[in-house]
């Protein structure tokens, strides 16, 4: 069992990318477009879930590998990850030894999501985007109540725009601003699209297309609107101010809010990816016998793990240890 550098699992006869499209049969974790690199590639066989494949916008040509599987006596089992829709971890058998990657993952739920189920395995392939050890994030739902506060407020004399990724965290904070602030916010185009997916497999949604009709009798009034992370920001704000004659908020919700700067009035502490209590959690119930981490802060969260007494180490030095011990 071994995960080389470009993240393609050897198991058996077997060769699996682990989102990466290096091998002839490949896992897509997710739809984020980091993830989605084998769908890309000619002649893969794919193994993601029909929500993945739906938000990315691919089309099978029967090169879908349904699971569960058997693939030259690999057992492929796909489970929750927790992280956007449809984002799944993969499971490996063979010979009776477990392999699990994580893909992105949360152990904790979201107003979309279900938390990851956390795979028990012999060799793990987790994440650690949030690898080091003060990286802790707080309450999702007390989070959510501060928020409403913040539109509520933002509302009686203006209006509110929100910031986050196209794909995941901008449907989150749709149903926020449904269920928590009783509004249906303004989307754009690739956001209203992912909508749509949601709804498509369950995940209510009530938005409203900025472009739209609908849309421009919203703007008369107060409004929110939920838009990509990379527009939202104070100078936007003034232009609005401008075209509008009234005061609009900028909010960013991400899990660097405690460490990067932006330009916004308010950055909130809402993350799809585990923190790192969360990451320690997954691998103490794994009882994995040999963790490899990956994509992110891989070198430390590998050094943090040791120093709980953990068999760790980050995928390039799996390859370096490999190099050196043939
Ligand atoms: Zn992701």
Redesign the pocket.
Known sequence: MFVDEGNVLSLGGQKIGLDSGDASVCFVS?A?S??TQPLKARGRKIIASSETLALAGFQANGNLVETPAVLDEVELKMLESG??LG?KQLRAEHDGRVFAYT??FKLRDGLTTKKAEVVECDTLLIEGTYGESGTIFPDRMLVFEEMKKWVDEGMENGSVLFGGYAI?KAQELVKFLNDYCRVAPLVSGKIEQACRVYEKFGVKLDCVSASSAEGEELKKKNFTAVLPHYQVEKGLAAKLCGVYGKPFRTALATGWANKRMFDVDEVFPIS??ADFAEIIEYVEASKAKEIICCHGNEENLARELRSRGHNARARGEAMQMRLVSL
Do not use: I, L
Request: a negative charge; glycine letters at 16%.
């Open positions: 997710h984020h980091d993830h992280h956007v984002a893909g992105d995941g799809d990816h």
